[in-house]
């Protein structure tokens, strides 16, 4: 649903509260997974197969033939096996939900009122601080150095600046600053409603061995019509005929010996023991941290030959480490730079970046620094200023095209920055000033401090370049995907210089920066056409992610996606197999076949071996019943015809 006027200051009032309520535009959302328990029912029991041995099982017990009946517990074991798989992933899908904040904050009649997400109504105005999510999606009326954090929606590891007018998508958080958002869309409408609406769609995952199962099992009932009547008219000749064995009662051991033959031809346990071999190994797989959704994605990872591979969370650990630091002025760094930024590691308020400097610089100075500014994504730097000790003055961090903008003799400083963000670095620059800044005023009641601006007479001390922590099992294990055979993508909402820089660092051997997804055609034959030439794709969004594994499959390969984000799931769930990290987001997790529970992602070649096990297992039992059925079908058949 759409916005439809304006919103005053004071937000809404009970009176259009309820009125919306009433129309339905409340953000309650959808819960349909697409498939009833029914539905599920119907599948697995109304078929051909079920119908021809479970018909004989009937017969036999209403015979009171009830040991001779035993082979029903196959079908029954089949039923419920087929049943209680699909089951178990619907009722995983209905737990998928983008949004778990179980209350909103909003302003209503000039008052902050706290209510379910639910009753959160179009219009309503959302009051968002650090720690929040956004509930629904909203457009900013009033911020206060608001950044949010979308990196779950779209992969972007950087958090957002949001001023007046910035649209917020339902599922992102508030990490730093605070404002007011009007909401745009609410319920089914909304960002992750969309998202959660298509991931709980319900859907088998591709097995080629139920798939293969299942088109032998078809030929054979239908086989079984008329070897069936060959059969049943062979045992009633061979008891005087059909009047003799009616008018004698001879036709019920007749109609028993018929239903044995009949048996004897279906491979009615090569489900059961497909069904128990896929379960040992998923037992197995469990025993090392795999979670198994799906039995039959046990086998999934060994028929992959496209590995698509998210950055953030799964060829990296999500955190930064710091990489280098280098000097402008001097060949080596002054004690007083060292000492500024093992402060600024140490801050208790520092973000993730500034927290990697602490591995390197651990000893801060024992002066206390009289006025400390934190890092804020809209004016991208931090400050901190001594009054005494060697490191007197102010040093600022942040991004140098910020920094030293204004920096006479920079160049050179810029012109090395320039060259690492081509290369996919992350780097700010550490600069000084002598100048020492007031310490921090607090404003008056109902009033907000002023926003800090550079301090003058900066110059450049050192370039500091950070990088984002590649697991230490990435290397490893992409090596045996490619010894494999296995091609490899990385698809991620990050910057392509980044993700290319992590992706030579995993070992995938890639030139240039990444494939910007901002240039991504629309056009499935252009599409196809880039997925077959490009290796890493940066600024890709969840849509986008989706569209490139279904090109993939287009182009004939069995694809694997892995991730661990609300940005992964669409593509998760349209990928041939699923596979989610245990440390990720819920929706992802609920829509992924497999779920590396410790998040080691070395723990792949062994789902490989596993699923090239049951494969071999079970084609040795398809050989053993086909021999069975076969054998079984000419001796029916041949003295059928003879009778």
């Known amino acids: 649903m759409t916005t439809s006027g304006a919103t005053s200051p004071a937000g809404l009032s009970l009176v259009e509260v309820r009125s919306r309520t009433q129309l339905g535009q409340t953000n309650v959302m959808p819960n349909d997974t697409g498939r009833s328990f029914w539905r599920i029912m119907q599948a697995n029991l109304f078929t051909l197969f079920n119908l021809i041995v479970g018909g004989s099982f009937a017969l036999l017990l209403v015979l009171g033939y009830w040991q001779d009946a035993l082979f029903g ?249 710091l990489d280098s630091v280098e000097p402008l002025t001097t060949t080596e760094l002054d004690p007083a730079a060292e000492a500024a930024l093992s402060w600024m590691g140490a801050d208790r308020d520092a973000n993730a970046t500034a927290r990697a400097l602490a591995e390197r610089f651990a000893n801060p100075p024992r002066e206390t620094g009289v006025r400390a500014i934190e890092f804020s994504s809209r004016r991208k730097w931090s400050a901190v200023s001594f009054a005494d000790g060697p490191a007197r003055g102010t040093w600022v961090v942040g991004a140098p095209d910020i920094v030293l903008a204004d920096v006479p003799d920079s160049m050179d400083a810029l012109a090395r920055f320039a060259a690492r963000a081509t290369a996919g670095e992350r780097t700010v620059v550490l600069a000084r000033t002598d100048v020492v800044l007031d310490p921090t005023v607090e404003p008056a009641e109902g009033e907000r401090a002023p926003e800090p601006e550079l301090p003058a007479g900066l110059r450049a001390v050192a370039l500091v370049s950070f990088r984002e922590k590649v697991r230490d099992d990435a290397h490893e294990t992409l090596s045996y995907f490619r010894e494999q055979e296995v091609e490899l993508r990385v698809i991620s909402g990050d910057d392509p210089r980044t993700v290319a820089a992590v992706a030579r660092e995993a070992g995938i051997l890639h030139e240039g920066p990444g494939f910007d997804a901002r240039t991504l055609p629309t056009d499935e034959a252009a599409l196809d056409a880039v997925m077959a030439e490009h290796r890493v794709f940066g600024r890709v969004t969840p849509e986008q992610k989706k569209a490139m594994v279904l090109s993939l499959q287009r182009l004939g390969h069995t694809v694997a996606m892995t991730g661990d984000g609300v940005n992964d799931a669409l593509a998760l769930k349209h990928a041939d197999l699923g596979i989610a990290m245990g440390s990720g987001a819920a929706a992802t997790r609920a829509v992924a076949r497999l779920v590396l529970l410790d998040g080691q992602f070395s723990r792949l070649p062994r789902i490989v071996a596993e699923g090239r096990q049951v494969i071999a297992n079970v084609e040795r039992l398809a050989k053993l019943f086909l021999s069975k059925t076969t054998y079984a079908i000419l001796f029916a058949v041949v003295f059928g015809a003879l009778l």
């Open 73 to 321: 517990f196959f079908v029954i074991a089949n039923v419920v096996i087929g049943v209680a798989q699909e089951f178990r992933a619907k009722l995983t899908l209905s737990r998928l939900a983008v949004l778990n904040a179980p209350r909103a904050r909003v302003l209503r009649d000039g008052a902050v009122s706290e209510v379910a997400v639910g009753e959160v109504v179009l219009d309503d105005v959302l009051v968002l601080a650090a720690g929040d999510q956004v509930t629904a999606d909203a457009e900013v009326i009033e911020a206060h150095g608001l950044d949010v954090d979308e990196s779950l929606l779209t992969g972007e590891a950087d958090p957002v600046a949001s001023p007046a007018g910035r649209e917020l998508m339902s599922g992102s958080s508030v990490v730093a600053g605070s404002g007011l958002a009007r909401v745009i869309r609410v319920g089914a409408d909304s960002y992750a409603a969309r998202i959660t609406a298509e991931a709980k769609q319900f859907s088998l995952v591709r097995s080629e061995l139920r798939s293969g199962i299942a088109r032998i099992i078809r030929w054979i009932t239908i086989l079984l019509l008329p070897v069936g009547a060959i059969v049943v008219n062979g045992q009633m000749q061979a008891v005087g005929g059909w009047e003799v064995a009616i008018a004698t009662g001879a036709w019920r051991e007749a109609t028993v010996a018929s239903a044995a033959s009949l048996i004897a031809m279906i491979p009615q346990g090569l489900v059961f023991m497909t069904s128990v071999a896929l379960a040992v190994g998923a037992v197995k797989l469990a025993r090392r941290e795999v979670l198994v959704q799906e039995l039959a994605a046990v086998e999934g990872l060994a028929r992959v030959d496209m590995l698509c591979l998210d950055k953030t969370g799964t060829l990296t650990e999500g955190r930064m480490v």
